[in-house]
């Protein structure tokens, strides 16, 4: 495995981190949140709550534009020691996409470490905002016929079931009618299987993130598991394109690719690639190695040319 290098991450060298990205095999958390991004247009919040918010960057150009609704990851936990998991660490990603003039909008939600997170919460957080960008597309030039959802780690997680919601039955534990219909998902390293993930939750995250997301083991409350993960709602009849990093010891890609399999012998579309020379984080940092299989699929979704 070879180490990062300048001229793989070429934005670092306007922030300062360019030693410390260099000097690592493969990026961490710390190094993703320091990556460079512009600023954001506007922070708008889709609720009330003070984690309920998400930021919008909108391209040059005129016109119509496509959008990536981006979720973070983070183990659905807010809070790691000195750091924290929240909408940073996906500046940098949704900067670069709309650089190739696609408007995004990087959601921020309440995770299990916070009032209100957890079930069902977090899962009704990140729906209330895909859906809020009918309520933008009244102020903003937004395609609505053109929409992605780009989700890393936890966030391809939620990501992914946000897109899968039309599948739940209509009596169910979450208030939302009418979920706005996606062109396709790209996750990038999340958990698409949760129950799949349980048997290295804690060596991932440190504690028994699923069971606290979901509040119960499968056993204990095996009816929420079937409306909480997406392998649980296919076929999901939208296409969705996973990538990992071949090294990523966080979320294995493995569990991806099984997903991946699962998925398509269902009827959906869907396809996964494990990026050799990167791990968890290399697949939101725009120059990395990864970074052109993200951005392909971005643009492929949304049928856009580089």
């Given at each position: ?73 983070g183990c659905w936990m ?39 997170g957890g079930w069902p ?43 899968a919601r039309h599948r ?139």
């Amino acid at each position: 495995m070879r180490k990062l290098t300048v001229n793989a991450l070429p934005l670092a060298s306007a922030t300062g981190v360019l030693d410390t990205v260099a000097e690592a095999q493969f990026l961490g958390p710390q190094q993703a949140n320091q990556l460079p991004a512009s600023p954001a247009d506007h922070r708008i919040h889709y609720a009330g709550g003070a984690f309920q918010f998400a930021d919008l960057r909108l391209p040059k150009a005129s016109g119509r534009h496509p959008v990536a609704v981006v979720v973070h990851g983070g183990c659905w936990m807010y809070h790691h020691g000195d750091l924290t998991a929240d909408l940073q660490s996906t500046a940098a990603l949704s900067s670069a996409l709309t650089k190739l003039g696609i408007a995004t909008w990087n959601v921020e939600y309440r995770q299990i470490d916070i009032p209100g997170g957890g079930w069902p919460g977090t899962f009704e957080d990140v729906a209330k905002a895909v859906d809020h960008l009918r309520v933008l597309a009244k102020s903003y030039p937004l395609d609505l016929e053109r929409v992605v959802i780009i989700g890393h780690s936890a966030g391809g997680h939620l990501g992914t079931w946000a897109a899968a919601r039309h599948r739940l039955p209509e009596r169910t534990s979450f208030s939302f009618e009418n979920p706005l219909r996606v062109a396709g998902v790209v996750n990038l390293a999340g958990p698409a299987d949760l129950e799949a993930f349980i048997p290295i939750q804690n060596s991932s995250c440190g504690q028994e993130a699923i069971i606290t997301l979901v509040g119960g083991s499968p056993s204990e409350v095996p009816d929420r598991y079937q409306l909480a993960s997406p392998s649980n709602l296919l076929p999901t009849g939208v296409k969705q394109i996973l990538i990992s990093g071949a090294q990523d010891t966080i979320v294995p890609p493995q569990l991806s690719q099984e997903y991946a399999d699962e998925a398509n012998k269902a009827g959906d579309d869907v396809t996964f690639t494990a990026v050799e020379n990167a791990a968890h984080f290399e697949v939101i940092a725009p120059g990395s190695e990864a970074w052109s299989k993200v951005e392909d699929a971005v643009l492929s979704i949304l049928k856009l040319k580089k």
